[in-house]
């Protein structure tokens, strides 16, 4: 199946990824190609078969419940190239 | 409300979890604290970082689903939930989807009319909390603070069978008492420990299929809950009154102006995308482990209040009122022990006085100076005469300021009631020579001004007299 | 001491050199720093070089190895994939996204072989988040192959292929999430292993996919991957698909006998896509192992075909959610001018990604979405099922499956990055392993058109050991391994 323009810029809102105008058409037909490279699998039987989710077929291992991180905001944030008050500054978020 | 509509309510609470890290990493999940210092690179999202699951989490989980007769997952999964928003680190919350930890269960609420009720409980399913945005004070920039971010949820979905907005709290409220037995959350609605969504709808009582609803976010109070749930049912009633339809969508709850309104950041279609999460594997829940955990349980509301109904012999209200919170039902015990009143008024002080004082000083049962030894000794003052109830008020009072013992402050006040049929008989003699006209119309047949000879005896004995004894003497007197 | 040695030696051969007195950590470290500076640039190997503190730590090594204090790496250098995370030293993903990123921690990988005495020269060149199979993505440019400079190294971890294949460096650490160990290994002409799901940990390793990455090793002798492997494998904490299985001693059981081993040899490797130059390399290899005893029995994989797209599906859709935490907010790339938070997101994300990782963070969202779910990822996962369950079968006959790494050797730098599919195609046979979590390795195994190919062979979950005593074994019979392209000798 061939994706048209009005789905990858759906799939660019989703992902909130900036797809300039001029770049839409290459994506078009590069995701379109892939979307019908992997449609090959529609015509795979698979009646009865488990979905793996995941290599390892055990259960997961659990953390006692205890405090073993602390406060190492000052390093952290030196990552962050907006901080005021020791928050994470964006824009206006609207509720 | 209109009674041509019914109302049909679905509440999705969320409790935090009583933990003391998170659900997925090993910091703190301490309230209150400077903003980002308890949210380490596990909770930040930082690249490179695994979640690693909190056994305590699924414990608690699983008290609470073996408390509303649910069934425990033998087999849970965690999904990643992808959306964008400022207070979700990663792009995605860690919850659950298909297979949740808690499948099914009931809870018995009482309706408006008093009738139990039984609400069905779909599923409730662990998952990390957002952090939080704040607003004010940035120079029109909003600040994000992720010390919340990975704070374990318990999300619990009801069935939608609630019908009215008292039901909702009721339930709401059967939860909260619930998760404080358990321990298993604080229930701190102030610091949204304990809140809530609620999905609302109408439709015609002929109408078959349920109504298109609105989910109302942001319920972190009883009263917000009841107010904002009536508000919208009014709003949904006037839309289809007046030939509109309702709208799906998401509102938020304005507590100052009591309406509600539509959360913009929701309104765009949202795709979450659920699929398993590949940085965790499966739950896997032995039956060894419930057990386990089973016979850890407390005993629960419900079947503790049939104990006090048959062990104590109280109103069905009565039992229902003082097991609604596991330290007052204790508290009661504590005093139904030693005090040798009857176990009903034992229960009445408790609910009335005790619990009266308790919200005036908005104190916890911990935090006030009268003890239940203390309230006990009061109770025994009434039991053998020494005082009637009505001093027994004054003088508990003055125990709650911390005067001192029930004997002390009857002592120090001279409060001994008077029990005496001889002394009692002087004073309603005295009482009737000083009014001779209201002993002529008594005895004329105006029998209400019993009660004023009554007053005027336990005037002249500043209430000490036993009324019981009063009112007796007063009756032989007055032939 | 013969200092022109070094570059060329095995880790093995320079932990005795060392050992000896021959000559010092220090010697190496510089000698190979020299080399770095010399020839790094040519191959764009390295993202970032960290003379100094590796120079600081070979002398502290030195002063360990004087008071004979040992470790088993102590003093041995290697360099890390950038996308391990290492305190203080950008890690980058090769992207724009991440190009200022300094991480306040180590990745597990890096902790455990430090914790060993190893000394790290650099952080190695790569595609960005690791998602290509050419090393063309890397916001840093692409990575050239020592072989021949106008092609490419293979991807995604072409930049540590390139270093060890160029003499730059004896090992370095790689992750491979569809083959980018393998098939970088094989088009360089070095050896390269990656373990069992779970095997190593994922701690601090920067996602692409997580049911499908792991981290893994490059060298020059199969001998010095087992030293590597055994020393950066084990259980880990901090990662819940992390298995916890003791390590074995890799190198100390490496040269046990590999009569008896049976092979399998997969029928459809060799059908179509297969080039035939590359088809004779591999069985003359099979040869080799027939000699030393090992049984080759043919086998199927009936559903193998269908690894490459349910890889796509899967890998896409993990990458999907993995890379939406890059937002600009508390780390990485930020846009300037944006008007509200939405367009905030947008601008950051769109200009801080490359093509390729936008392409597949679409694909991965299209099919996770409402309404494509079941066709696509789900219908994947059952899809991961039947190959996993045609390796289960494959594995109650054969100890292991042997067959090409790639499909043919090196190809030009831009050939395929016009046609995705094609580019995908190339991790043919790598991606099966991925699927179905097994261990896997590629080791060379002759030349078509004076590049090197690779013969890959995958184990039994867990089944490492045998994999590294058949590499050795083969390695003892044949020295493809000991090549070195003619411009780094």
Same mark, same amino acid.
């Given at each position: 199946?061939?994706?048209?323009? =009005? ?13 300039? =105008?001029? =770049? ?41 419940? =205890? ?29 | ?76 999964? %965690? ?83 609630? #019908? ?28 949204? #420990?304990?809140?809530?969504?609620? *999905?609302? #709808? ?19 109070? %009883? ?6 749930? *009536? ?59 419930? *057990? ?188 | ?66 008071? $004979? ?95 060890? !294949? ?25 050896? +390269? ?25 490059? !060298? ?52 179509? $896509? ?139 730098? +831009? ?16 991606? $099966? ?25 995958? $184990? ?30």
């Amino acid at each position: 199946m061939s994706l048209n323009k =009005e789905q990858i810029k759906y799939l660019a809102v989703l992902s909130r990824m900036d797809i300039k =105008e001029d =770049e839409i058409q290459d994506v078009v037909e590069k995701l379109s190609s892939i979307v019908e490279f992997v449609d090959q699998l529609q015509a795979v039987t698979t009646d009865g078969t488990e979905p793996m989710a995941h290599p390892l077929a055990q259960g997961q291992r659990l953390r006692i419940d =205890e405090i073993t991180e602390y406060n190492e905001r000052d390093k952290i944030q030196l990552n962050a190239k907006n901080i005021n008050k020791g928050m994470y500054l964006v824009p206006k978020v609207i509720d | 409300m209109n009674s041509n509509w019914e109302i049909v309510i679905g509440l999705e609470i969320h409790a935090q979890l009583a933990t003391s890290s998170k659900i997925f990493s090993g910091a703190s999940t301490a309230f209150g604290e400077e903003p980002n210092t308890q949210a380490c690179l596990v909770d930040l999202g930082y690249p490179g970082t695994l979640p690693v699951l909190n056994q305590q989490a699924i414990e608690m989980a699983i008290r609470f689903g073996l408390a509303i007769d649910a069934e425990i997952s033998p087999r849970s999964v %965690f999904a990643r939930k992808n959306y964008f928003y400022p207070d979700l680190p990663k792009g995605y919350q860690i919850s659950q989807l298909d297979l949740p930890i808690v499948v099914g269960g009931n809870m018995n609420i009482l309706d408006g009319n008093g009738n139990e009720k039984i609400i069905g409980i779909t599923r409730a399913h662990l998952e990390e909390d957002a952090g939080k945005s704040v607003h004010e004070g940035l120079d029109g920039l909003s600040g994000i603070d992720l010390n919340r971010a990975g704070t374990p949820l318990l999300e619990i979905v009801s069935e939608p069978e609630m #019908s009215s907005a008292k039901e909702a709290v009721a339930y709401m409220r059967k939860i909260h008492s619930i998760v404080r037995y358990l321990e298993i959350s604080d229930g701190n609605m102030q610091e949204g #420990s304990f809140r809530c969504d609620a *999905n609302v #709808s109408i439709k015609r009582f002929d109408q078959k299929e349920l109504g298109i609803r609105t989910e109302l976010k942001n319920l972190n109070s %009883f009263k917000f809950i009841e107010k904002a749930i *009536n508000h919208e049912v009014m709003r949904q009633i006037e839309i289809i009154e007046d030939g509109g339809t309702v709208t799906q969508e998401t509102r938020l709850y304005d507590a100052d102006l009591d309406e509600t309104r539509p959360m913009r950041s929701k309104e765009e279609a949202n795709d979450y995308r659920y699929f398993p999460d590949p940085d965790l594997l499966p739950v896997i829940i032995e039956e060894d482990y419930i *057990n386990e955990i089973k016979a850890s349980l407390p005993e629960l509301p419900s079947v503790k209040k049939e104990r006090f109904i048959d062990s104590y012999n109280l109103k069905s209200t009565d039992a229902e009122v003082l097991t609604a919170s596991k330290q007052l039902a204790d508290f009661y015990e504590a005093v139904e022990k030693i005090a040798n009143t009857e176990s009903q008024i034992t229960a009445n002080w408790v609910i009335g006085d005790y619990t009266a004082a308790l919200n005036r000083d908005d104190l916890e049962i911990k935090d006030a100076k009268l003890s239940a030894d203390d309230l006990a000794g009061l109770l025994n003052k009434i039991a053998d005469q020494t005082i009637s109830g009505k001093i027994a008020k004054e003088v508990f009072e003055s125990m709650w300021r911390g005067d001192g013992s029930a004997e002390e402050i009857i002592e120090k006040k001279g409060l001994v009631q008077i029990t005496d049929d001889n002394e009692i008989e002087n004073i309603v003699n005295q009482v009737m020579e000083k009014n001779p006209s209201q002993v002529k119309d008594y005895l004329g047949g105006k029998g209400q001004l019993l009660g004023y000879f009554v007053g005027q005896v336990m005037k002249e004995t500043k209430g000490k007299a036993n009324p019981k004894k009063v009112n007796d003497i007063l009756k032989k007197k007055l032939k | 001491m013969p200092a022109q040695n070094i570059q060329n030696m095995t880790l093995c051969a320079l932990k005795q050199g060392m050992s000896e007195k021959e000559f010092t950590s220090l010697e190496v470290i510089e000698t190979l720093l020299t080399r770095i500076s010399e020839h790094g640039g040519s191959l764009n190997a390295f993202i970032t070089v960290t003379a100094e503190q590796a120079i600081t730590e070979a002398k502290n090594a030195d002063k360990l190895m004087a008071v $004979g204090k040992n470790k088993p790496l102590l003093g041995l250098p290697l360099a890390h994939k950038d996308l391990f995370c290492t305190d203080g030293i950008l890690t980058s993903c090769a992207s724009k996204m991440l190009h200022n990123f300094i991480p306040p921690y180590d990745a597990s990988v890096v902790k455990n072989l430090k914790a060993s005495g190893a000394i790290m020269l650099g952080k190695t060149n790569m595609d960005e988040f690791a998602m290509g199979s050419s090393n063309e993505t890397s916001y840093y440019g692409s990575v050239k192959n020592p072989w021949n400079l106008e092609l490419s190294p293979g991807g995604s971890s072409g930049g540590s292929a390139s270093a060890v !294949a160029a003499c730059l460096v004896p090992a370095a650490t790689g992750t491979d999430t569809g083959g980018s160990i393998r098939q970088p290994a094989a088009l360089t002409g070095i050896t +390269g292993i990656k373990p069992t799901y779970g095997r190593v940990s994922r701690f601090g390793m920067i996602a692409f996919a997580s049911s499908l990455d792991q981290g893994g090793v490059f !060298a020059r002798s199969v001998e010095d991957a087992a030293l590597l492997l055994g020393e950066m494998a084990g259980f880990d904490e901090n990662d819940s698909t992390s298995v916890d299985v003791p390590v074995p001693d890799y190198l100390g059981s490496i040269n046990q006998s590999i009569k008896g081993l049976k092979i399998g040899l997969v029928r459809q490797y060799f059908d179509a $896509g297969l080039d035939d130059n590359n088809a004779k390399a591999v069985r003359e290899a099979l040869e080799v192992l027939e000699d030393q005893g090992a049984e080759i029995i043919e086998i199927d994989l009936p559903n193998i075909e269908l690894s490459v797209p349910t890889y796509y599906v899967v890998a896409s859709a993990e990458c999907s959610s993995n890379l939406s935490r890059y937002d600009g907010v508390r780390f990485g790339y930020r846009a300037e001018n944006y008007k509200d938070l939405n367009e905030f997101y947008c601008k950051t994300r769109g200009e801080g990604f490359g093509a390729e990782v936008k392409r597949r963070i679409m694909t991965g969202t299209y099919v996770l979405s409402a309404g494509y779910y079941d066709a696509y990822y789900l219908k994947a996962q059952k899809v991961r099922q039947l190959i996993s369950q045609d390796f289960k079968n494959a594995f109650s006959k054969v100890d292991l499956i042997a067959g090409p790494t790639t499909p043919s050797p090196a190809f030009a730098l +831009g050939a395929k990055m016009d046609d995705p599919i094609e580019m995908y195609l190339n991790d043919i046979y790598t991606i $099966g392993a991925n699927l179905a979590g097994l261990p896997g390795m590629s080791i060379p195994c002759g030349f078509v058109n004076d590049l090197p190919v690779g013969l890959q062979l995958v $184990g039994k979950h867990f089944g490492e050991e045998s994999l590294l005593q058949c590499g050795h074994r083969y390695q003892q019979k044949t020295d493809w391994h000991t090549r070195v392209p003619e411009r780094f000798k």
